[in-house]
């Protein structure tokens, strides 16, 4: 079955430095979505890729789809303390409208 | 106040008991989830279902059981097959088209204590 797996599982930053954390899936995929899970919360929806290279950016977040549609990236820029929380990607695999499968997260820290 | 509603928010068990877990939308989504999440962990797929009256097990299904009777409400019951439930469990409902891509919305969560 499809798989998605995401790196690193944890990262430590000093608030100001910048963080990037990966998403890999075995299949290409169709779409991939990002989520932000503030500590004690839920899962909320930030954004979703679906062009081969596509590239898109909140802000001081930047969302990069992979040529072959198999690999994506989050990378936030100068981080912040409000940026603490564990980012999932979520990927759909082509062909199939119906499963959305979760990367295991990074769970981001920063420190002040 | 459309949304996705899950109940209750903290939940104790005594070793051996069953319990259920609510889960309610009323965004006329057809496919809902149930996601185990442990500490520092990822989202881990329990059950789904993608219409009324039909669900698949997801990676970790053992132990747990659920129900698709109405579109609206997916309940999923921790039996005491499962040795170690304590966990936050998450719902989460979807609509599905094969033209659109479409997001996942995600209760606010049942934390389950078992003691």
């Known amino acids: 079955g499809q798989q998605v797996m995401q790196i690193p599982q944890y990262q430590h930053v000093q608030e100001g430095e910048d963080f990037t954390t990966y998403c890999n899936s075995s299949t290409t995929l169709s779409n991939i979505q990002w989520y932000k899970q503030r500590p004690g919360g839920h899962p909320v929806f930030l954004i979703q890729l679906v062009k081969s290279g596509e590239v898109k950016k909140q802000k001081r977040l930047t969302f990069q789809f992979g040529e072959a549609k198999k690999n994506s990236s989050l990378h936030i820029t100068a981080t912040q303390t409000t940026d603490v929380g564990t980012y999932f990607c979520a990927g759909r695999s082509s062909g199939s409208a119906r499963q959305l499968t979760f990367g295991s997260g990074t769970q981001l820290t920063v420190l002040p | 106040d459309g949304g996705i509603t899950q109940s209750p928010k903290y939940l104790f068990r005594k070793e051996g008991q069953n319990v259920t877990l609510s889960c309610e939308q009323n965004l006329n989504h057809d496919a809902m989830y149930w996601y185990r999440q442990d500490p520092g962990q990822g989202l881990r797929l329990i059950y789904y279902?993608?219409?009324?009256?039909?669900?698949q097990k997801g990676d970790i299904a053992e132990g747990y059981s659920v129900s698709r009777e109405k579109k609206e409400s997916f309940p999923l019951t921790v039996t005491s097959a499962q040795k170690n439930p304590t966990a936050f469990y998450l719902c989460a409902s979807r609509s599905i088209s094969e033209r659109v891509n479409t997001e996942a919305f995600f209760g606010q969560g049942t934390r389950l204590t078992v003691v």
């Open positions: 279902s993608q219409i009324v009256n039909d669900f």
